[in-house]
């Protein structure tokens, strides 16, 4: 049997196809466990109807105290021989959970990790783990774990909603968190549950959607951030030590590091303004190529105190976000921008996707030594 442990707060406007695409399912064997985390709008309401009609799905409610306590109740409660984990405004094609358990099964892996589809808008890419599928031992996965050695790629993507695990396993790995890590919360689940497995299937199944939703889009620092990066950090670091292997894994830290915090909190890099771009004038008038989570801390970052004038944001999922009340244009507007700019800043973290928005820029004219991207020295340090 699979617990599928499904975290909720205020998400009345998806919940519902969240849960018909797991009960759904075709691998019938399924404990639902709905944590509703404190909800105030109608999620208990759909969680109570959805348990009135299914035998299988448990609904458990309590206080808010966010993601990490909820997931903690969630394996509390469990008692499948796997876990699986779905956000509650996400969907799962309907043999998810079959391929999921058939890989299991084929390989007698207690850790199986799979890829996803990444919705934005009408668009959908597939977000792959960059580990070639086979059955591995924890030792052989470490070389590229959290770093592909591609800046930045993670070797084994960290998302739980990608992967089955053993109950034992992901229990002990979710109970020693530390609930006041807000982000990376499936990064410090799942590394150390890598490192209690002693055999991880890595497969090519593509059947969950993560959906980036209008209500998810804008994007805000927290003057926290440093700190709960820091219990990350530790969380993690302590893990590799008890297994004897940090000093092996600090590199790998070390990039993720400069990856997260420049996604989250891009002051903290900056003595000059985007230093890990190679450092641009103050006041610099820039195009802004790529609208996600990046791209909008990259726009607030440069607009506040105006440290860099924004002429132009663009994004070929414009659409997405201009129903998000964002001003994001197509591509194709930078060609009406020609001199008006004096850096073009692609705005995604892994080099595949930054070369192709490189190649892109360069077919509409855009000179390229007013691209900017990380810079080599930013990477190698």
């Known amino acids: 049997m699979i617990s599928v442990i499904i975290p909720i707060y205020n998400a009345g406007a998806y919940l519902e196809r969240c849960l018909e695409s797991v009960c759904g399912q075709t691998f019938r064997d399924l404990e639902i466990l709905l944590v509703d985390d404190g909800s105030t709008d109608s999620s208990p309401q759909i969680c109570r109807r ?34 699986g984990w779905t956000d509650s405004d996400d969907w799962l094609e309907a043999d998810y959970f079959a391929q999921l358990a058939a890989a299991q099964a084929a390989s007698g892996a207690d850790f199986v990790a799979a890829n996803h589809f990444h919705d934005i808008g009408g668009d959908s890419k597939v977000v792959r783990n960059h580990i070639p599928p086979g059955v591995y031992r924890w030792r052989e996965l470490l ?25 034992d396993i992901i229990t002990r790995a979710e109970l020693a968190i530390d609930p006041r890590i807000r982000a990376g919360e499936d990064a410090a689940a799942i590394y150390p ?17 993560y959906v980036q939703r209008q209500g998810s889009m804008v994007k805000t620092e927290n003057p926290e951030e440093l700190q709960r990066f820091r219990l990350l950090y530790d969380h993690l670091a302590g893990a590799f030590a008890q ?16 990856y997260f915090l420049f996604s989250r909190h891009m002051k903290i890099l900056d003595q000059q303004i985007l230093l890990p771009y190679g450092g641009i004038p103050l006041h610099s008038r ?6 996600g989570v990046l791209g909008q801390k990259m726009q607030g970052y440069l607009s506040e105190g105006r440290r860099a004038d924004v002429v132009l944001w663009i994004d070929k999922n414009y659409a997405a976000y201009q129903k998000a009340g964002l001003d994001v244009r197509p591509p194709e507007a930078v060609r009406d921008a020609k001199g008006r700019y004096d850096f073009v800043l692609i705005a995604h973290t892994e080099a595949s996707a930054a070369g192709e928005m490189r190649n892109r820029l360069l077919d509409l004219e855009v000179p390229e030594e007013k691209i900017r991207w990380f810079s080599q020295r930013f990477i190698d340090r």
Do not use: W
């Open 143 to 167: 070389p590229n774990l959290l770093y592909s050695g591609s800046f930045f790629s993670f070797g084994l993507q960290p998302h739980v909603y990608t992967k089955l695990i053993r109950r």
């Open 50 to 83: 959805y348990q009135a009609a299914d035998s299988r799905v448990q609904v458990i409610r309590q206080e808010n105290g966010g993601l990490i306590r909820a997931r903690q109740t969630g394996v509390r409660a469990a008692s499948g021989d796997f876990v």
């Open 243 to 258: 297994k004897g292997v940090l000093e092996e894994m600090l590199p790998q830290l070390r990039q993720y590091e400069k």
């Open 193 to 209: 549950s890598v490192l209690e497995a002693e055999r991880i299937a890595v497969t090519s199944i593509c059947g969950y959607h």
């Open 286 to 291: 820039v195009v802004i190529y790529g609208a």
